[in-house]
């Protein structure tokens, strides 16, 4: 594959078919939906063959690709994988064509919509791949412009302002992204904004100059993750967004900011790091209890679910700033794990609003005894993202609470991480319970169970969480060697 532009392929192929969509006339509805899905699916299977020839055992990139771009300031067309960002990419591919399919009975602006959805994958393609700053920076914001149309065009009733909300917060944050990026470049001197290269540069720059550049980079990804207090956006998002985009905001988007944190800002500003890990355990753990706690307190199972994001990615800055590699591993299994669980209980809350046009749990009942498949699934994936062993929820808690235990001195965070498990649990056993049993409420009486194209999305997503959960080696073999790589740069 010496040569072949693999990635360029994977990221470039949607916007290809976002441009074909846009010449098919806006009446016919079937031939959109079916190249919005081909020009999807040959960038997953595309994913999918660079995941299984992926060289294991080495944290050096692979598929790399370079052009000079600006040549004048050292600015190149930089891509290339690792452990760390080529199984985000093939989540990535393969979470974008499951939409696809998921979207296939919107019929309000369908070519739009299609058009967008694929632009947008080609952000969240780009930034896992991207191994230049202004690149990075690029694709970064690429992935505001679409998601800011998908929800303030096609969401609910408050839409306007969810799409403008999250415009803002995500916008802000890009701009001091930028203003770090170019700190680096013109402070260091650099001929080049490559990030591995600033890599080698950064850290010889002060520790007041690296906070600094840190202080930019971390509203960033704080907002993305999102970190509190930069999360008010993302209830609101969830919200109002249709289906789809909750689930890409959960899968894929929620991870580009800890992908950010574990690409960037840890091994490129040690110092800073240093400085900045005692702030993470306690945001880690602000994030796990407060995130659970609003999630008791919702009657509606969006909101329920988009905090309950929150305080699962609370569990992945614990494990950050236990700045060891089993913490790091924790991290980044949290990402993977809650990329596959979230995006199946969005898929669930869109099949149950599908046919109740309810998302009030007060409003719903009996799910189990009359669908039995979608209630089975529901219950399925709240024991997934309860941590439940055997599932892939486990693994990434386990071990950042191990591994903020392996680090000493953190003993208090383990213990509030615990008792977050625990309001974890109760919310989900709240929810199943008020959902799933009990008489059939009369606005579920009738109503078809789960469709032979909702098992299309279902199937590989409850294949995951399986494997994940059963055979952790299946994700660690490509992450350990990258990740080992990473803890040392920091010391842990």
Not at 5 to 30: D, H, N
Not at 407 to 428: E, H, K, N, R, S
């Amino acid at each position: 594959m010496n040569g072949f532009p693999l990635l360029t392929l994977i990221i470039f192929i949607p916007l290809l078919g976002a441009l074909v969509i846009m010449a098919v006339p806006k009446t016919r509805l079937s031939a959109v939906k079916w190249l919005a899905l081909v020009f999807t699916a040959i960038p997953t299977a595309l994913a999918l063959y660079a995941y299984g020839i992926f060289e294991r055992g080495t944290p050096d990139m692979q598929f790399v690709e370079k052009i000079s771009w600006v040549p004048e300031w050292g600015i190149n067309y930089s891509l290339g994988v690792d452990g760390l960002s080529m199984p985000l990419l093939a989540l990535t591919a393969l979470m974008t064509m499951l939409c696809v399919i998921g979207a296939w009975k919107y019929t309000h602006r369908v070519k739009e919509f299609f058009a967008l959805l694929l632009f947008l994958d080609v952000g969240m393609l780009g930034v896992f791949a991207a191994l230049d700053y202004i690149l990075f920076y690029v694709f970064w914001d690429v992935v505001i412009v679409p998601m800011y149309f998908l929800i303030g065009i096609w969401g609910g009733p408050r839409r306007e302002y969810a799409a403008i909300k999250f415009f803002i917060y995500t916008f802000l944050g890009s701009i001091f992204m930028l203003l770090a990026i170019l700190a680096m470049y013109f402070y260091g001197g650099a001929t080049t904004f490559g990030i591995l290269e600033l890599r080698e540069i950064a850290p010889t720059f002060s520790a007041g100059v690296q906070i600094a550049m840190f202080v930019g980079f971390y509203l960033a990804f704080a907002v993305k993750v999102p970190v509190f207090p930069f999360h008010t956006w993302l209830p609101d998002a969830h919200v109002e967004a249709p289906t789809i985009m909750s689930v890409l905001l959960a899968a894929i988007l929620l991870k580009m900011g800890l992908y950010g944190f574990m690409r960037i800002s840890i091994p490129t500003l040690p110092d800073a790091w240093d400085v900045f890990i005692p702030m993470f355990a306690v945001l880690g753990v602000v994030n796990i209890i407060y995130g659970s706690y609003l999630a008791l307190a919702q009657t509606d199972l969006k909101k329920l679910i988009a905090y309950s994001s929150i305080g699962h990615m609370g569990f992945a800055m614990l494990g950050l700033a236990a700045n060891n590699a089993l913490g790091f591993t924790g991290a980044y299994y949290v990402m993977m794990a809650h990329g596959v669980i979230s995006a199946m209980l969005f898929f669930l809350v869109g099949s149950v609003y599908d046919r109740s046009k309810t998302r009030q749990i007060p409003e719903i009942g009996g799910l189990s005894d009359g669908m039995p498949k979608l209630g089975g699934l529901l219950v399925f994936t709240s024991l997934a993202s309860m941590g439940l062993p055997g599932l892939a929820g486990f693994w990434g808690e386990y071990f950042s609470i191990f591994g903020a235990v392996q680090a000493g001195g953190m003993y208090v965070y383990v213990v509030l991480a615990l008792f977050g498990l625990i309001i974890t649990t109760a919310y989900f056993v709240y929810m199943m319970q008020r959902v799933n049993w009990g008489e059939v409420r009369h606005n579920l009486k009738g109503l078809p169970d789960v469709s032979r194209r909702e098992l299309t999305y279902y199937v590989p997503l409850v294949a995951l969480t399986i494997v994940w959960g059963v055979y952790p080696a299946g994700l660690l073999d490509w992450t350990n060697s990258t990740i080992a790589a990473l803890a040392a740069l920091t010391g842990g």
